[in-house]
């Protein structure tokens, strides 16, 4: 029987194929007391540190193929974390204790701790911290099996052409995958930024995650049609469906490979009108991707992955060699480097405290920068420092008004004061700018533009805060709508603060890699768009198909319209109408 169902588009298209199903949900793990003595609690360290020497060998062996096979090098430096966590003293102690004061088995100890640090990253409402927390479950399940005596990888014979059809996958299991003729991915957990999201784009893998109530109706080998840039899965189509779905799977596999020819034409609308597309990084290995993708830049590098996962932030030192090296491989392009995005409590492999109430409102970004001054301050002299390197400037995150802005900015002058005193060139004037992420900081724009060399729309945040819905709560997810007219008007202000005081107006949210809101975003005025390597084809090859007055026109409208499902679809008839070569069945997310 067909069974049809819809999930968030992870990897753009289309796959169909036999199902491998992944039985890949957690082992049942018992509380065992252990019996009396030190013997017991020793045996029970002697096990884990068998399970982790396993652990180790297994991933690195995924490494191995990984690196033989392709060079994503998203998914290596993922694999290097796990690995990292196989070797991780604090984490190894910390199961330990609990073997020890508790009297229990590893198994149960370990599901502990990698409960409370998952809770912990989980808390800060980020899906970025989310997804490094499953990295900490992963691990954790991969010890269990080995303490379990299951040391097979499920994916270790795979027949080529099938459909992965998981729970979840891991990003060592997607490593697996590296190389493989696999046809698509579909998961039931999952979001657009978990690891296999992540990974499957780094791949090129079709696949659709976060898809409810699937397992119960896929057994390996049923057909299954995954479509990656609408979400859509169908198990068992009719007989009729295919030869459609085959057609576009090769369509779409033709439209990648021209828009790989066309990478380094520039981004110019058909009237001339130049837009700057930057990329977004979390890690220095992406430089190579960007590049490769014909990024012009780093419009946004995510700095906040160096303090994830560790007992201590990374130490100066640490800081200027990686922003050095990443603005030296992108010299002479910009290089943006954002401070630190952390939630509350971000700094220990095993919190201590528990999360805040209300995250996302707490303790967060600027404002942590600001109450731990210190960590702040060896932070922006690394910066600093790495301008002598490149074409280096520094935003803040979360940025709500002047107050906070002119404290940033007191930081670092007292960082740029301690440097000279310590004979230390920053080489030139580094431009210090904020993200324009909370709508306060729209509304006080034009007093912001005073002091600010230039902004940067976080559209991801400034949805989540201007229409009060949680970015990571999947029962509203609905209600995100980065389509909103009230978005609109948040980004014309912005623009229009930027454009008053002569300041550049970059977005680099999510929203600006969507082919629909496209249009609209050049047409409301913004010329710099920084995005995931990986979207730069795409998103170039939709400017090169603009003319500026029609999406000038096209913003102007939208401007005056009603609701969010209004806004939709005016973008969908106005890119149907101009490229749509370019959408490949996508509809609008909003
Ligand atoms: C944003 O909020 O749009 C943004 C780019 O920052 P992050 O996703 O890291 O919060
Ligand atoms: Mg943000």
Partial sequence: MTVRRTGR????????????VVEGRRLAV???PLADGAAAAEAEAARLRVAMAQGREQVERARDRVRERTHPTELLQVIEGHLMLLQDEAFERAVLQIVQEERVNAEWAVRRVA??????LAASGDDLFRARGDDVSFVAERLVRNLAGLQAEALADLPPGVVIVAHELSPVEMGVLAGRHVAAVVTEAGSRASHTAILARALGLPAVVGVQDLLAHVVSGA????DGSSGEVVVEPEASELPALRERARRLGDLERSLTVE???PAETRDGRRVTLLANLEFPSEVETALGCGAEGVGLYRTEFLYVGRSRPPSEEEQVHIYSHVAGLMAPRPVTLRTFDL????????????????PALGLRALRLGLYERDVFRTQLRAMLRAGAAGEVSIMFPMVCGVGDFRQALEVVREAADDLRSDGMTTGRDVPIGCMIEVPSAVVVADLLARDAAFFSLGTNDLVQYALAIDR???RVAHLYQP???AMLRLIRQTVEAGRAAGIPVAMCGAMAEDPLALPLLVGLGLERLSIAPSAVPLVKAVVRALRMEEARRLALAALDLDTADDVAAAASGFAAGAFPELLDGRSCDC
Avoid: C, I, Q
């Fill in 9 to 20: 588009p992870a990897s753009p298209g289309v796959g169909v194929g036999p199902a491998f």
């Fill in 30 to 32: 018992a509380r065992r």
């Fill in 115 to 120: 409960e409370e640090v998952r809770e912990a």
């Fill in 223 to 226: 057909t299954v049609a995954v």
């Fill in 263 to 265: 990478r380094d034409r």
């Fill in 343 to 358: 939630g509350g409590d971000k700094f220990v492999t095993r919190p201590v405290v528990a999360g805040e109430l209300n």
């Fill in 472 to 474: 990571a709560n999947e």
């Fill in 483 to 485: 389509f909103h007219p």
